[in-house]
C-alpha cells in the first residue's frame, strides 16, 4: 500500500504558489543551521579586514542576493536555499563589520 505524500502549501492572494514536501522544509532548517554557525568564521575574517571595506562589500553582495531573490525565487527552491546562505554570511559580515567600526570611535 502506498501512501500519499504529504504537501505543505501556503495559499496567499488567491493562488497556491508553493506546495514544498517534508524534506524541503527539513532542507530550510539545516541550512539555517548552517548559516548561523559560519558566523565565527565569518567574524574572523572580518576582524582581519579593515571595517569600512568589509561594510562595503557585504552591503553590495546582500544587494546582489536580494536582486537574485527577486529575479528568481520562483523559478526553483534551490534559488531560496543558495539566497538564504548568501544573506546569512553578508548579514553576519555586515554586523561584526558595523559593530567593529562604531566602537572604534565610540572608544568602548
Known amino acids: 500500500m502506498s501512501h500519499p505524500r504529504l504537501l505543505v502549501c501556503v495559499h496567499a492572494t488567491e493562488e497556491w504558489f508553493y506546495c514544498i514536501c517534508r ?3 527539513g532542507l530550510f532548517g539545516l541550512i539555517g543551521i548552517f548559516g548561523v554557525s559560519m558566523s565565527p568564521l565569518v567574524g574572523h575574517f572580518v576582524d ?3 571595517p569600512w571595506f568589509t561594510i562595503f562589500v557585504s552591503t ?7 536582486a537574485i531573490q527577486i529575479g528568481a525565487a ?3 527552491v534551490s ?3 543558495v539566497v538564504c546562505l548568501g544573506l ?15 566602537s572604534r570611535y565610540v572608544g568602548a
Not at 546569512?88 to 562604531?102: E, G, W
Open 79 to 81: 534559488v531560496v536555499i
Open 88 to 102: 546569512d554570511l553578508f548579514d553576519a559580515m555586515q554586523s561584526v563589520s558595523l559593530a567593529t567600526d562604531v
Open 74 to 76: 520562483g523559478v526553483h
Open 48 to 50: 582581519g579586514l579593515v
Open 23 to 25: 524534506l524541503v522544509i
Open 60 to 66: 553590495f553582495a546582500m544587494m546582489l542576493f536580494w
